[in-house]
Each structure stands twice: as structure tokens, then as C-alpha cells.
């Protein structure tokens, strides 16, 4: 009787991401998958009618897809305050040593740059709906897979966190077979994509912050968007491959000491 007027042990809750992070990744990264194919279907579908293609080739499927995501993972982030589990670092604590850890992405999107060569549009209008789509996809993107996908994989291991987050984000982009293109270019782009989330992962750990990661990955989307080459410069591809692979052994075998002490920040926080 006495026990049930004293002090009650509270309780620590934790999501479905928490308890079960494989079965949820897969889940999640099943859902975009299909919704992205569904959504590309469909557009391709609208696009084959007499007086539709006009309007529906200037729409991608992140564009249909995507807002949900968003409306999601703000929920997720600033509704249930998970921001600061995933982002702990604010950008006003940077110091030169995390904004020098950006200047190889930086290079990355400068290669990009000669491969895609960009050309601005004549209408503001659409000039500042592929900013906003890329800024969406730059969110979208590194809040789910070096967000929410490393938080839940964190506890299990640094290594593991880096790798299934990264290859989730690789196996996402390998609808790209679904577009018709070269067997060998969509290969490439694949291991472009897994190496492109290694390195966004370990420079998550590094920087303990997801903000300058979405600037990173808006705008190599964004050269993207306003590229005008015809076919994929599988030559730039496989330097930035290269230049990926160094950097991301870089990172790996160069954490500073205070790695360790900024992962069981991250790790421990809930």
C-alpha cells in the first residue's frame, strides 16, 4: 500500500524508429520508392496526351511526392523536438575547422557545374521554383537519411549508421534505371549516390549539424535543375566518384578526438 503513495519510476517512451530503426528504414524508404515510381508513372502517363506534355514536363515527382514528406519530418523535427537529436550543432558555433570541412562538397558541386552546364531560365518565375524544389529535395533528402535514419541507427553502432543510411540513400536513387538511361550510367550514379551519402553521413558526425548538408545537397540539385547537356558526363561522374571515395577515406581514418564525445551527445539524446 505505502509503495503505491510513493514516488512513481517514469517511464522513458520510445518511437517505432527507436525501438525497430532496420524494419523502419525499410518501411520508409519502401513508401518513398513507391510513391516516387507511382508518381513518375502517372506523369508519364499525362505526358503522352494531346496538349498535357507541356505542363507535366516541367513536373518532377518529388514535386507531388516530396510536400508530404516535408509536412512529416517538421513534424517529427519541431513538433516532437527531435531538431537538436539530429542537428545539435547551431550554424552561429561553427568555427573555420566545420566550415573547412565543406570545401571538397563545395569542389563537388564546382564539377558538377562543367558536367551539367547550367544555364539560367529566361522566366523568374521558374528560376525560383527550381530553387524551392531544390531547397525541398535538400530538406527532404538529408533530414530522412542523415536525420531521422542516423538518429534511429546511432545507438547501434557509428559504422552501422553510416552504412544503411547510405545505402538506403543509394538504393532510393536507383529508380533512375526506371528512366531509360545506360545500364552504365545509372551505375555510376549509383555508386555516386552511396559515396555522396558516406561522406554527408561522416560530415553529419563531424559537424553535428544538418544545415550546411542541405545547403550542400540543394545546390549539386540545383546545377542539376538548370543543367543543359543532353547525355551524362560519365567522365566528371567518375572524378566526382574519385574525389568522394578520397574524402570519405579521409574522414574516416582523420576523426578528430572529439568525435567520440559528440557522438554520445547525439546518441544519448532523445
Not at 555516386?192 to 561522406?199: E, K, N, Q, R, T
Not at 553529419?204 to 549539424?209: F, G
Not at 544538418?210 to 535543375?225: E, K
Amino acid at each position: 500500500m505505502n509503495s503505491m503513495n510513493g514516488p512513481q519510476p517514469t517511464l522513458k517512451t520510445h518511437g517505432f524508429g527507436e525501438r525497430h530503426p532496420y524494419w523502419a528504414i525499410v518501411l520508409t524508404t519502401l513508401v518513398l520508392a513507391v510513391l516516387l515510381g507511382a508518381a513518375g508513372t502517372a506523369l508519364y502517363l499525362m505526358g503522352s496526351q494531346p496538349g498535357a506534355a507541356g505542363v507535366v514536363q516541367q513536373v518532377q515527382p518529388v514535386m507531388l511526392v516530396y510536400p508530404f514528406f516535408t509536412g512529416w519530418l517538421a513534424m517529427m523535427f519541431f513538433t516532437r523536438r527531435q531538431w537538436r537529436g539530429v542537428s545539435p550543432r547551431p550554424l552561429p558555433q561553427f568555427k573555420v575547422a566545420q566550415w573547412s570541412l565543406f570545401l571538397v562538397p563545395l569542389l563537388v558541386v564546382i564539377i558538377n557545374l562543367f558536367s551539367q552546364h547550367p544555364a539560367l531560365p529566361q522566366r523568374m518565375g521558374y528560376l525560383v521554383s527550381l530553387i524551392a524544389l531544390a531547397g525541398l529535395v535538400g530538406f527532404v533528402e538529408e533530414g530522412l537519411y542523415r536525420g531521422l535514419f542516423m538518429k534511429w541507427l546511432l545507438p547501434r553502432g557509428v559504422v552501422t549508421a553510416v552504412l544503411v543510411s547510405s545505402v538506403a540513400f543509394a538504393l532510393t536513387h536507383a529508380l533512375n534505371l526506371l528512366g531509360g538511361q545506360s545500364l552504365s550510367a545509372t551505375a555510376l550514379q549509383i555508386a555516386f549516390s552511396l559515396l555522396f551519402g558516406v561522406v554527408a553521413a561522416l560530415l553529419r558526425l563531424r559537424a553535428a549539424s544538418l544545415l550546411p548538408l542541405m545547403l550542400w545537397h540543394a545546390a549539386f540539385d540545383l546545377v542539376s535543375f538548370l543543367g543543359t547537356a543532353k547525355h551524362e558526363n560519365l567522365g566528371l561522374l567518375a572524378l566526382n566518384i574519385a574525389v568522394l571515395a578520397l574524402y570519405a577515406g579521409w574522414l574516416t581514418v582523420g576523426q578528430p578526438r572529439n568525435t567520440t564525445t559528440v557522438l554520445r551527445t547525439q546518441v544519448g539524446y532523445s
